[in-house]
């Protein structure tokens, strides 16, 4: 009899991959590098991994399918932790990894202001006093930026998170989405210098990966794809800043040496909207990563917008 086909696979977001108790921020939001040793163990003992060339055959073909089991782990933003913790672990397995870096973190040495909100969040335990400074400098650049009244954006910052609490999803969506540009890239950099350090290039160069760094994973059999140039909300942004993220995030690929014609998105935070998704149909991208945390169908899901489970779903 013949086996039944499998057009289903088990996408994995990861993100910080370290030894929290020998870092400087502990109490960042990572993964426990011994506890991505025992993932990999579960993956390779319940899971058959596959690649990004296998998902993106497979999606391409309604005859081909995927083993049972299929799962592909994929590594958002860059960091530094993919190229000294991870790839060694999976090139000792044989197991392929996508990483999505950032270009502009990569190639400007600017801290991306995600992950400033994340290691000003990791140098303290005060969050609402965090919140009240940044109420205070809301008031001090008011005028300037002509804000609305501070409850006009605490009641669009509200909303629910899996892993996050209600203070702490406030305080990035202030910092990340709801207040404007210009206002939310200075209180960032101000708590940045505060908090953390004033300099940003020797942040940048010790948290993101190196150009070569990322060649030498993509020599490795890695998969390196898009993830924007800034890291912005892409659906928060104009159809032609759209446009322009994509294309200098596909002009750093292409300096890479990644096949234009197997290139792959994964959304920052997981934006998207319908003239993003045109953006990437018109160049020809061939899989698109989404956030939403369940098993992803290829005879169902728009595979412009696959989901993604977290990598704390994971058992280990």
Not at 84 to 94: C, E, K
Not at 174 to 187: A, K, S, W, Y
Not at 270 to 278: D, I, S, V
Request: net charge negative; aromatic share 8%; proline share 4%.
């Amino acid at each position: 009899m013949k086996a039944a086909k499998n057009r289903t696979v088990t996408n994995v977001m990861y993100h910080y991959v370290r030894d929290l108790e020998r870092s400087r921020f502990p109490k960042i939001k990572a993964l426990e590098l011994e506890r991505f040793r025992r993932q990999l163990d579960h993956v390779q003992e319940h899971y058959n991994p596959i690649t990004v060339e296998d998902l993106i055959n497979t999606v391409g073909s309604e005859s081909q399918d995927l083993p049972e089991n299929a799962i592909l782990l994929t590594f958002d933003d860059g960091y530094s932790d993919h190229f000294a913790n991870v790839l060694p672990l999976l090139q000792a397995r044989g197991i392929q990894g996508a990483f999505f870096p950032p270009a502009q973190a990569v190639l400007e040495h600017k801290v991306l202001d995600v992950n400033k909100i994340h290691f000003v969040l990791a140098s303290t335990s005060d969050i609402a006093g965090l919140l009240e400074q940044i109420f205070s400098l809301m008031e001090e650049l008011g005028k300037a930026f002509e804000l609305e009244p501070r409850d006009h954006y605490l009641q669009k910052a509200r909303e629910e998170h899996r892993f996050d609490s209600q203070e702490v999803v406030l305080l990035k969506r202030l910092l990340q989405r709801e207040l404007p540009l210009p206002v939310r890239t200075e209180i960032v950099g101000r708590l940045f210098a505060q908090h953390v350090t004033a300099d940003e290039a020797a942040f940048a160069s010790e948290l993101y990966m190196s150009v070569d760094q990322i060649e030498e994973l993509r020599a490795a059999g890695m998969h390196i794809g898009s993830h924007g140039y800034s890291h912005a909300w892409l659906n928060h942004l104009s159809a032609d800043e759209q446009a322009s993220e994509i294309d200098q995030s596909l002009g750093f690929l292409r300096n890479l040496g990644v096949p234009s014609e197997n290139w792959t998105m994964c959304y920052p935070y997981g934006g998207f909207n319908g003239a993003l998704l045109q953006h990437l149909e018109n160049r020809s991208c061939r899989l698109g990563f989404g956030v939403e945390a369940r098993i992803a169908d290829l005879d169902r899901d728009n595979y412009l917008v696959l989901p993604r489970i977290d990598t704390n779903d994971l058992p280990s």
